[in-house]
Structure formats: C-alpha cells, structure tokens
C-alpha cells in the first residue's frame, strides 16, 4: 500500500502565502514552517535558558515544522478572511479539521501516534508557542516588506506588532527587544 503523507507535506512549497497581499517577495508555506520552527525553537530556547521554564526546545520547532500542513488541502486563508466572522471561524475550522484527518490517513498506522499531536498541534503548550513564532514570522515578513518600500504591508505590520504585544509572553519581549532590530538593516548594516 502506497502512503502519501510526506510527498503531500513536499508540496507545502507550492502554497503560497498573502495572496491577498502585492509581495516584492513571494513566500510559500515551506519556507514560512522553516521560518516559524526557528523562531519557535529559539522562544523556547529562551524561555528555558532565560527564565528557566521546563521546555523542549526541539519537541516546539517540529510541531511548527508541521503547524500548517493542512494548508497543503485548504490553501493559505488569508487572515482576515478566515477571521471575519464566528461562523466563518467555525466553518474553517471544520474544513482545517477534515484537512488534518485527511493528512493522518495517509501514513501507516504505525506512525499516525507520532505525527497526529504535531498535525493537530494537540497539545496547549507546545501550541501557544508555534502560535507566537507564527505571528512573529508574520511580523518579520511585513518589516521586510516595508524595508523594500512595499507600504502594503503598512497595516499588517501594525496589527500584528499589536496581537504579538497582547500575547504577554515574555520570551516575545526578550526576542524581539534583541534580535528584531536587526531585520530592519541591510547586509552592509548587518556587517
């Protein structure tokens, strides 16, 4: 029996992101999951390291690595519409929900136990912090956008600097006090 999960999370590269966006970079859901698992590695690096929580650092970067792999079945909905309304919300939900059991269904059973808490991101915890490296990787697509001129991105870069200051997560402060600065700078200012 063929088993087509891992050629299906192959073609995340072919999901492009922002659609509703002019992008002077286009970027696709593989790139995005990369970027998201680096991001949620380090907040959790820096929530054990730096304020001594007990976190995976590895166990938070795969889950990220897999966080919108139904998006491989659903596309990329774009924010604000898949937010628009509750019933709207919980339409999408529901089609996010079958877009999973599709995906588990498609690896034998003896591996769905260890993939199905990643596609599902069944777990609270590990959650919250993919959820953050996800808007955080959001909020760096937009600074580079308008870094290159792109003012499309004007709004975007401001609601999602608000939603990730309303997160109240320390590791986010810590993060982006450090590190966010330098997303602003050109490679010669980087040297």
């Given at each position: 029996m063929n088993h087509n999960f891992f050629a299906y999370i192959f073609r995340m590269r072919h999901i492009a992101r922002w659609a509703l966006m002019r992008n002077t970079r286009t970027e696709n859901v593989e790139e995005h999951s990369y970027e998201a698992a680096v991001l949620a590695h380090a907040l959790a690096v820096i929530g054990r390291d730096v304020f001594h929580k007990g976190l995976d650092p590895d166990k938070i970067a795969v889950a990220a690595l897999f966080h919108d792999a139904p998006e491989i079945i659903t596309g990329d909905m774009p924010t604000p519409i898949k937010y628009y309304n509750p019933s709207l919300k919980d339409?999408?939900?529901q089609v996010e929900a079958a877009a999973q059991d599709k995906l588990l269904s498609m690896l034998p059973p003896e591996l769905t136990p260890a993939y199905e808490p990643l596609v599902r991101e069944s777990d609270p915890g590990v959650?919250?912090?993919?959820?953050?490296a996800d808007k955080l990787s959001a909020y760096i697509k937009c600074v580079e956008e308008l870094k290159a001129g792109n003012a499309e991105f004007k709004k975007a870069a401001e609601q999602t600097r608000t939603a990730l200051e309303e997160m109240g997560m320390e590791e986010l402060?810590?993060?982006?006090?450090?590190f966010l600065p330098a997303f602003s700078l050109t490679l010669d200012e980087l040297q």
């Open positions: 339409a999408y939900q959650r919250r912090y993919v959820k953050a402060d810590w993060f982006m006090e450090r």
